[in-house]
C-alpha cells in the first residue's frame, strides 16, 4: 500500500516531518532500522539515534525550505516498509516542496482496525502537512490503471488486454501537471489550490461522500483499498473522475507545465 503527500511548505523547521515519521511507525506498527540519504548517495545504512538526529531533528527549527532528501527502511510483522521524503525544488516548476512516500506492506490491510487506523492516518499527516495533494492506494493496483502497454500488463501483472489499451478511460489514471496530481485512488485529498481550480469545472456532486478539511476536500473510494478492482468500484471511480472534471483540467493545462507534461 502506498501513501504520498505532497506539502508546497516546509515541514521540517515546525517538526512536522518528525512526528510525520513516528506517527508512520506507530499507526502501522514499523521499527525503522536503516536510512539511505538520496543526496549522498550513500549505501543504506543502519538507523541510530545520531544518524535520525542529522536528517531529522536537527532540521528542526533550522530555518525554512530546508533541503532533505532520503529514504527510512523498516517493517513490521508482516512485511517490510520505507518511508521516502524529498525537500526540495521542484525540478519543472521551480516550487519547494515536501514529499512523504510511505510503503507499508498490503497483507496489513486484511485488517478492518488498520484499515480505519490507516485513514485516520490519512487525513491527519495531509491535515498537518497542508498537503497540496495527498493519495493512498494500492500500489499495484495504482500502476495497472497507468500501464498502456499489452505486453507490459501480461508480463509483469498476468493481465490479458484484447485490443490495444484505452489509458484514458482507465478510471484510475493519474495525470501530472507541475505538482499537482489529478488521479482518483482508494482515499483522496484535495488541497485549496486544487479545490479552487475545480471551483467552475467541476461536472457534478460527487457520487460518494465528500469531506471537508478546512479549505481541502477528501474522500474515500470504498471501505478497503483490497477491492479496489472489484467492478463496482471501478464504475465509481469513473463517476468521481468525471465529476471532478479532471480530464478537462489536465488539457487545459497541458501547455502550461512544459516538455515534460506534454511527453505525460
Not at 487506523?117 to 490503471?145: C, G, P, S, Y
Not at 489514471?173 to 471551483?199: C, P, Q
Request: hydrophobic share 45%; net charge negative.
Amino acid at each position: 500500500m502506498y501513501f504520498k503527500f505532497s506539502a508546497g511548505r516546509d515541514v521540517f523547521d515546525d517538526g512536522s516531518a518528525e512526528r510525520v515519521i513516528a506517527d508512520a511507525a506507530s499507526v502501522f506498527d514499523i521499527t525503522w532500522t536503516e536510512i539511505e540519504n538520496l543526496d549522498r548517495r550513500m549505501r543504506r545504512v543502519e538507523l541510530t539515534r545520531q544518524r535520525f538526529e542529522e536528517h531529522v531533528g536537527a532540521l528542526t527549527g533550522a530555518g525554512l525550505q530546508q533541503r532533505a532528501r532520503f529514504v527510512v527502511f523498516g517493517a513490521n510483522a508482516v512485511g517490510a516498509a520505507r518511508l521516502e521524503v524529498n525537500a526540495t525544488l521542484h525540478p519543472y516548476t521551480g516550487r519547494y516542496l515536501t514529499m512523504f512516500d510511505l510503503r507499508v506492506p498490503r497483507a496489513a490491510f486484511e485488517s478492518p482496525a488498520l484499515v480505519e487506523a490507516a485513514v485516520a492516518f490519512f487525513e491527519r499527516t495531509a491535515a498537518a502537512t497542508e498537503a497540496i495533494v495527498a493519495n493512498a492506494h494500492d500500489t499495484d493496483d495504482h500502476a495497472i490503471q497507468n500501464i498502456g502497454s499489452e505486453q507490459l500488463l501480461r508480463r509483469g501483472y498476468g493481465i490479458e488486454v484484447a485490443g490495444e489499451v484505452d489509458l484514458e478511460a482507465n478510471p484510475g489514471l493519474e495525470v501530472s501537471r507541475g505538482e499537482f496530481r489529478y488521479v482518483v485512488t482508494w482515499l483522496t485529498w484535495l488541497g485549496a489550490e486544487i479545490v479552487s481550480k475545480l471551483a467552475h469545472r467541476r461536472e457534478s456532486a460527487l457520487p460518494i461522500p465528500e469531506r471537508e478539511a478546512g479549505s481541502a476536500r477528501w474522500f474515500r473510494l470504498c471501505e478497503s483499498p483490497l477491492s479496489a478492482g472489484d467492478a463496482e468500484v471501478r464504475a465509481l471511480q469513473a463517476a468521481v473522475r468525471a465529476s471532478l472534471g479532471f480530464r478537462g483540467l489536465a488539457g487545459e493545462e497541458q501547455r502550461a507545465f512544459g516538455f515534460w507534461q506534454r511527453k505525460g
